[in-house]
């Protein structure tokens, strides 16, 4: 089946420092991707959706500025998480969309800012 | 606006019993249901995926059913395995690409 890769699985770093997330799908192309983010005990929250060559569509709420999303090619997109705050940490999740629209996910980042 | 509850939020039972978890939503217009499971610290497997076609959706132990006209879905799990532990999810298509509760948490004890 499809893979999707999420790199660095976890991260711990300092406040006010910037942080880079990996998402690749290894055995497919795939011209949208997305980005969740899930605090403790709540739900999986859509943060942005991620396409190839064009700027990345946002949900309301999501700072754009402060979470940078790049989709270089059909099986890479990153996001930076800048300025990092304590409150920016979670566990963020990538997915990977066929041409069938079936979404392939990530195997998550945890992110801890102290 | 598309809301997908989960009950229960948690859930335990002994080894080699059968369950079901339940998840419903509000806008019974989808055109599939998925139920992920969750390890912790994980991300997420893809367990069923069932289409607005079909009424249930079977892999080993676990089976799955849609009734989209009460918005409604279950997944069944049966002799349960301490190795089922996890935090279960279902998500449907919404006004985002995916939305989902917030899952259900099993622990199943030996």
């Known amino acids: 089946g499809a893979v999707v890769s999420q790199h660095p699985s976890r991260v711990i770093c300092k406040s006010g420092t910037s942080v880079k997330i990996e998402c690749r799908s290894l055995?497919?192309?795939?011209?949208?991707m997305f980005w969740y983010r899930q605090f403790p005990k709540k739900s999986l929250m859509l943060m942005a959706t991620?396409?190839?060559?064009?700027?990345?569509?946002?949900e309301q709420g999501v700072e754009k500025d402060k979470f940078l999303i790049n989709h270089a090619s059909l099986t890479l997109s990153t996001l930076t998480v800048t300025s990092a705050h304590p409150e920016d940490s979670s566990f963020y999740i990538c997915?990977?969309?066929?041409?069938?629209?079936?979404?392939?996910f990530g195997p998550g980042t945890r992110l801890l800012v102290l | 606006k598309q809301e997908v509850t989960q009950i229960p939020a948690a859930l335990s039972v002994p080894e080699g019993e059968n369950l079901v978890l339940n998840c419903s939503f509000t806008?019974?217009?989808?055109?599939?249901l998925q139920w992920f499971r969750q390890d912790p610290g994980k991300g997420l497997t893809s367990l069923l995926l069932?289409?607005?076609?079909?009424r249930e959706q079977t892999s080993g132990r676990l089976n799955a059913s849609l009734d989209k006209s009460s918005g409604r879905s279950t997944l069944y799990i049966a002799a349960s395995q301490p190795g089922d532990s996890a935090t279960y999810l279902c998500?449907?298509?919404?006004?985002?690409?995916?939305?989902f509760g917030k899952g259900t948490r099993l622990s199943v004890i030996a």
């Open positions: 997915s990977a969309q066929t041409h069938q629209e079936t979404q392939y």
């Open positions: 055995d497919f192309q795939a011209t949208t």
């Open positions: 991620s396409n190839e060559g064009s700027k990345a569509t946002y």
């Open positions: 806008d019974s217009a989808i055109y599939n």
């Open positions: 069932i289409q607005s076609s079909q």
């Open positions: 998500a449907v298509p919404g006004n985002t690409p995916l939305v």
